[in-house]
């Protein structure tokens, strides 16, 4: 390299990138565009949000939270796609704090306890299986506020109810139970003590806004006078 070309290189620097006004959108705008996306048909959707977190490193962190939002709303409800969401929340805890809504929890659980009974060969406990998915979907995802499980025995019962009695900003919650289990009223009683008990022991209050109890199936001699 001669001393000529050296000046020139120093008179003359590569040209800086353009600016683009786009790729600096404030975090409420870019939450703003991506509430529109989500309006859109979820494969379309869910790809969009997708090369939105891949246009900038300052648009990541809003992508991700839409993306992770509500993770179980997908067309496809499978033991494969469950475990790789559950894996992606276990491996990366920034990911599970964007989780604010588990509405579909309950009708995942239910399609894995059948695809689980289905399988070649059939799980032993498909039931169980698919309650521990829920379960530990619950534990990562501490900072959901809506919230829609499902029980199938006594234990799981008592289990979910521990569980949910951690998480702090619970706002809706959807109760309901398998055709294979029937839900004692000594059960619910016990649930609803360990969540009113979280409630109430908190020093600013927490409001449910939401509670349905959806298809519980009661044992016929314990039907809550209430309910009758």
């Not at 000529?4 to 800086?16: F, N, Q, V, Y």
């Not at 353009?18 to 996306?37: G, K, M, R, T």
């Not at 929340?89 to 995942?108: D, P, Y």
């Not at 008990?197 to 009661?218: G, N, S």
Request: glycine share 2%.
């Amino acid at each position: 390299m001669t001393l000529s070309t050296k000046a020139d290189e120093l008179r003359d620097p590569p040209a800086p990138p353009a600016y683009n006004p786009a790729l600096h959108l404030s975090e409420e705008a870019q939450d703003l565009i991506l509430y529109f996306v989500g309006l859109e048909h979820l494969p379309v959707a869910n790809a969009t949000k997708l090369a939105f977190c891949r246009v900038s490193r300052t648009w990541l962190d809003s992508g991700r939270r839409a993306l992770y939002r509500a993770p179980l709303v997908r067309t496809s409800r499978s033991w494969n796609v469950a475990r790789k969401v559950l894996r992606t929340l276990e491996s990366n805890k920034n990911l599970a704090s964007f989780v604010r809504s588990l509405n579909w929890l309950s009708i995942w659980v239910n399609n894995l306890a059948r695809s689980f009974a289905f399988s070649d060969p059939p799980a032993l406990d498909s039931a169980a299986l698919a309650q521990k998915w829920q379960a530990r979907m619950l534990e990562l995802c501490w900072n959901a506020t809506e919230l829609d499980v499902t029980m199938s025995t006594v234990g799981a019962a008592k289990h979910l109810a521990g569980i949910i009695s951690t998480h702090g900003r619970v706002q809706s919650l959807t109760l309901s139970s398998t055709d294979a289990f029937h839900l004692s009223r000594t059960v619910f009683v016990t649930f609803s003590r360990i969540i009113a008990k979280a409630f109430r022991d908190e020093p600013d209050p927490r409001v449910l806004d939401h509670l349905v109890v959806d298809e519980l199936k009661w044992a016929s001699e314990e039907v809550p006078a209430s309910l009758k």
